[in-house]
C-alpha cells in the first residue's frame, strides 16, 4: 500500500468518509490474549496500513491444508478464467446463491476484482456448494490487499482452514443452514424479548433468523464489518453469533412497541442494519456483543452438530439442498388449527410452546402420545404411549385451571438404565413453563447464570468432544460441566409412583403414579417460582411427541 494505505481498488473519498486513517503504524505484540484485547479495542481500526498487516499476519497464521493456493497460483489462472469478458459483467459463481458483491469503498476496478478473485476461487475449490458470505469477505479483503493476488491468497487460505476448532466460513447448505439453526436457538436463549417480537409479527419467523448472515456479510457498513472481521480473524466463528445477537437486541430496543415500517421484518431489519449509525457506533455493538453471556464455543458446535444431524435425517446433504427444505413449514405455522386438538391448550398457546423449543424440533408437527382422557391416569401407560419418543411435551391441567408444563429433551425409557432406582437423567434443554394464568418460561439455571460452572476440557475421557453420543440432544448435557452439585443437573426422573422434574431444594414438578395429585415448587435445577398452585389436583395430563411434516 501507499502512503496513506490505500491502493487502485479504493475510492479514496469514500474511504476517508467511511474510515479515518489515524492510528498507529505499528503492531509489536504477538500473544493471542493480547491480539484479542486490541482487536476488541480496535487498536488498528483506525489505520489502513496497520489493518493490512495485522490481515495479512493473521490470515498467515490460520492452518490450512497442505496444498493451498496461493498468490501465484492466481497469477497462473485468473486469465484463462476470465478470458476476454469485462470485469463488471463476468457471472459470480453459483455458490454464492445470488448474493450481490457488496461495493462498500471500492471503485469499478475493484468491484470487477472481486468477481474475477470468486471465479478463480470456484476453481480451485470445487468442493465449495454454498457460501453467500464470500463475496463480502473478498470485497473487505481487497480493501487491504497490495493486488488482486494477495487478496485471492487470504481468502484461499481462510476457506482452506483445517483446524476443526476454529470454524471459519460455512461453505455448504448444510454448514449454512445449521449455523441459521443454531443462531435460531441463542436467539431463543439470550434474547427471548426479541424472539418473542419475532414471533408475534413473522409467519417465518425461522426465515427471519436464517438472514442472520446476511446482516453481517452485506448489510454492515464497512467500518462496522472490518471491525467486526478484525475480532472474527482472532476470535472465530463465535463472534458472528455475537454481533448478530447483539444487532437483534438493538433492532428490539428501537422497534419494540413501535409499527414496523413494513410489513417484511425481515426487510425491516436489513434496513436497520444498513443504518444502524443513527442507533449505535461500532464499539457499542461490540461492547454489546460481548456483553452476552453465552456458553463456550465447544457448546455452541455440539449444538451445531446437533442441528446438522437433524436436517441430514431430513436429506440435507453437504452437496446440495434438499427439496422438502424449500416446503419447510416454520415455527409460526407448525401447529394447524385445522388438525390440532387438545385438552388443555389452545392452538394459539400451542404455537407460544413451539416457539420455545430447539429449531430442530420446531419445523416438527406435534403428535399427541399420552392423553389422560383417552388412555387413562395411569403412570405407566403414560411412559409406555411415550417411550421411543425424544423429545416430549407435558402438559397438565389443574382442576383450578391452572396450566404448566415442561419440555423434555430424553426418551423416558432412560429411567430404565437405573434398575428401578430413582435417579435423574436429561439434558440442560429441558425447561418448565406455565401458561396459566400468566406466561412464564424457566431454563437450567446454568444458561442464565454461567457463573455457576465452567465447561469441562476436552482429554480423552471424555469422548463426546470429538465424537458426540448418537442422541437427538447431545446439547447442554451435564457431563460436559462442572457443576458444584448434583442440584443442577436433576432435570427429569421417573419411577413406577412418581415423575419428577427440575431437582434440589424441591421440585418444579412432582406428579403421583396416579396422575391425580401433584406438587410444585422452587428448585435448583430451574430457579423457578411455582408453576401453578404449590399442590394441586390434577384435571388431565397430555404428552406430545415432535413428528417430523415428511414423515405423516
Not at 493480547?34 to 490470515?59: D, F, T
Not at 436467539?187 to 418473542?196: L, R
Not at 415500517?261 to 457506533?281: G, H, L, P, Y
Not at 406435534?366 to 402438559?395: A, I, K, N, V
Request: charged share 25%; net charge neutral; hydrophobic share 40%.
Amino acid at each position: 500500500m501507499d502512503s496513506p494505505g490505500y491502493n487502485c481498488f479504493v475510492d479514496r473519498d469514500k474511504m476517508d468518509a467511511a474510515i479515518q486513517d489515524l492510528g498507529p503504524k505499528e503492531l509489536s505484540c504477538t500473544e493471542l490474549q493480547e491480539l484479542k484485547q486490541l482487536a476488541r479495542q480496535g487498536y488498528w481500526a483506525q489505520s489502513h496500513a496497520l489493518r493490512g498487516k495485522v490481515y495479512q499476519r493473521l490470515i498467515r497464521d490460520i492452518p490450512c491444508r497442505t496444498v493451498t493456493p496461493d498468490a501465484s497460483v492466481y497469477s497462473d489462472i485468473v486469465g484463462k478464467i476470465v478470458g476476454k469478458h469485462s470485469s463488471s459483467s463476468l457471472p459470480l459463481p453459483e455458490f454464492v446463491d445470488n448474493t450481490q458483491v457488496p461495493i462498500y469503498c471500492l471503485n469499478a476496478r475493484g468491484e470487477g476484482a472481486v468477481r474475477k478473485i470468486l471465479l478463480c476461487i470456484a476453481n480451485q475449490f470445487p468442493d465449495i456448494s454454498f457460501c453467500p458470505a464470500l463475496p463480502a469477505v473478498v470485497a473487505l479483503l481487497l480493501h487491504y490487499s497490495i493486488d488482486e493476488a494477495e487478496c485471492f491468497e487470504k481468502a484461499c487460505r481462510i476457506l482452506a482452514c483445517n483446524d476443526p476448532s476454529k470454524k471459519l466460513i460455512d461453505q455448504s447448505f448444510l454448514a449454512f443452514e445449521s449455523s441459521c439453526m443454531t443462531f435460531g436457538d441463542l436467539v431463543n436463549k439470550y434474547c427471548q424479548a426479541a424472539h418473542k417480537l419475532m414471533v408475534a409479527v413473522s409467519e417465518d419467523v425461522l426465515q427471519v433468523y436464517s438472514d442472520w448472515q446476511r446482516w453481517l456479510f452485506g448489510e454492515l457498513p464497512l467500518n462496522y464489518f472490518a471491525r467486526v472481521f478484525d475480532v472474527f480473524l482472532v476470535e472465530g466463528y463465535k463472534v458472528l453469533y455475537r454481533v448478530a445477537l447483539a444487532i437483534l437486541k438493538f433492532f428490539h430496543k428501537v422497534r419494540a412497541g413501535q409499527p414496523l415500517e413494513s410489513d417484511n421484518v425481515k426487510q425491516d431489519i436489513r434496513m436497520f442494519v444498513k443504518d444502524i449509525a443513527k442507533t449505535v457506533s461500532p464499539e457499542k455493538l461490540l461492547e454489546k456483543a460481548f456483553a452476552i453471556r453465552l456458553f463456550s464455543r465447544k457448546e455452541i458446535q455440539l449444538l451445531q452438530m446437533a442441528n446438522e444431524k437433524a436436517l441430514k435425517q431430513k436429506g440435507i446433504t453437504v452437496k446440495q439442498k434438499s427439496v422438502s427444505l424449500s416446503k419447510r413449514q416454520f415455527v409460526h405455522l407448525a401447529v394447524h388449527a385445522e388438525n390440532f386438538r387438545s385438552e388443555i391448550v389452545s392452538v394459539k398457546e400451542m404455537r407460544d410452546i413451539w416457539s420455545w423449543v430447539p429449531e430442530r424440533f420446531a419445523l416438527c408437527q406435534p403428535l399427541l402420545l399420552f392423553s389422560s382422557l383417552q388412555h387413562g391416569y395411569s403412570l405407566s401407560r403414560f411412559y409406555f404411549q411415550c417411550e421411543g419418543h425424544e423429545p416430549t411435551l407435558l402438559l397438565i391441567k389443574t382442576t383450578q385451571k391452572e396450566v404448566c408444563g415442561a419440555y423434555l429433551s430424553t426418551d423416558w425409557s432412560e429411567r430404565n438404565k437405573y434398575g428401578g432406582k430413582l435417579s435423574f437423567f436429561g439434558t440442560g434443554e429441558c425447561f418448565v413453563f406455565r401458561l396459566q394464568p400468566e406466561v412464564q418460561r424457566y431454563e437450567w439455571v446454568v444458561i442464565k447464570h454461567p457463573e455457576l460452572t465452567k465447561p469441562v476440557p476436552c482429554t480423552s475421557s471424555h469422548s463426546s468432544c470429538s465424537d458426540p453420543a448418537d442422541r437427538l440432544s447431545p446439547f447442554l448435557a451435564a457431563r460436559h460441566f462442572n457443576l458444584p452439585s448434583k442440584t443442577e443437573s436433576m432435570f427429569m426422573a421417573g419411577g413406577t409412583d412418581c415423575l419428577i422434574i427440575g431437582g434440589g431444594g424441591g421440585q418444579a414438578l412432582y406428579i403421583d403414579g396416579d396422575l391425580n395429585r401433584g406438587r410444585t415448587g422452587h428448585c435448583d435445577t430451574f430457579n423457578n417460582q411455582p408453576l401453578c398452585s404449590e399442590n394441586f389436583l390434577i384435571a388431565a395430563v397430555e404428552a406430545w411427541g415432535f413428528q417430523d411434516p415428511d414423515t405423516q
